[in-house]
């Protein structure tokens, strides 16, 4: 299984860390190791000072396929989730800038929150997912990802050029503005729009 993570998809924040809005989907992977599940916290790593939270849209891969085009990309999509892409943004400028890839900042142990997953028919629209991120109850970020630079069906046919999908990978599609950091104590809640309304698809102590 695979943890293929999208970074930049959403202009304006990749704006807010002066980065330039990229002309290709930007791809990173992240280890099964990384994976933090079932609503478990996370403890703050050792290594960083500057741990930032990144709410993201994921996409369950529902089947195999490589170089898939355009037309039956979206026949790859099993199922629609909610998490977390954590970074230590302090080791990730300090790689960003020597030009070095940026795995230990970004594929660490428990980088990844994993929340629930619901199939399409569970959105009130299924290629405009809208999502938030609580920190201590107060909202921290918002997206919708008909905001997407790249969409979902163009991600699936970028990363099957290079990448063979197979049923159960996972693809974490970026986050929109307002990342930031968390401390000790903290608690974060994701949460979409289902045809029930706003629904809890995780939570994330920070410990
Ligand atoms: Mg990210």
């Known amino acids: 299984m695979k943890i293929i993570c999208i970074g930049r998809n959403y202009g304006a924040h990749a704006k807010e860390l ?3 809005v990229p002309d290709e989907p930007i791809v990173f992977m992240k280890p099964p190791t990384a994976l933090l599940i079932n609503n478990k916290p996370l403890y703050y790593p050792s290594f960083t000072d500057d741990l930032h939270y990144e709410v993201e849209v994921i996409i369950k ?3 195999n396929g490589r170089h898939i085009e355009p037309q039956f990309a979206a026949d790859y999509i099993e199922e629609i989730g909610l ?9 990730q400028v300090k790689q960003k800038a020597k030009g070095l890839p940026w795995e230990i900042a970004k594929a660490f142990d428990h980088s990844a929150v994993l929340g629930n997953f619901k199939p399409l028919s569970a959105f009130p629209n299924s290629s405009a997912f809208e999502f938030q991120l609580l920190k201590n109850d107060e909202l921290v970020q918002q997206g919708n990802t008909e905001d997407c630079i ?6 699936i046919v970028y990363v ?3 990448f063979k999908l197979q ?7 970026g986050t929109p503005a307002g990342v930031g950091p ?7 809640e994701g949460k979409m729009l ?4 706003w629904e809890s698809f995780f939570t994330c102590n920070i410990k």
């Open 83 to 91: 998490g977390i892409d954590f970074t230590a943004r302090d080791i």
């Open 160 to 162: 099957s050029k290079y």
């Open 61 to 63: 891969i529902g089947k």
């Open 194 to 197: 289902t045809n029930e309304g």
């Open 182 to 188: 968390v401390v000790i104590g903290d608690k974060l």
């Open 167 to 173: 049923m159960g990978d996972l693809i974490y599609t």
């Open 150 to 155: 790249f969409s979902f069906e163009t991600l």
């Open 18 to 20: 002066q980065n330039a």
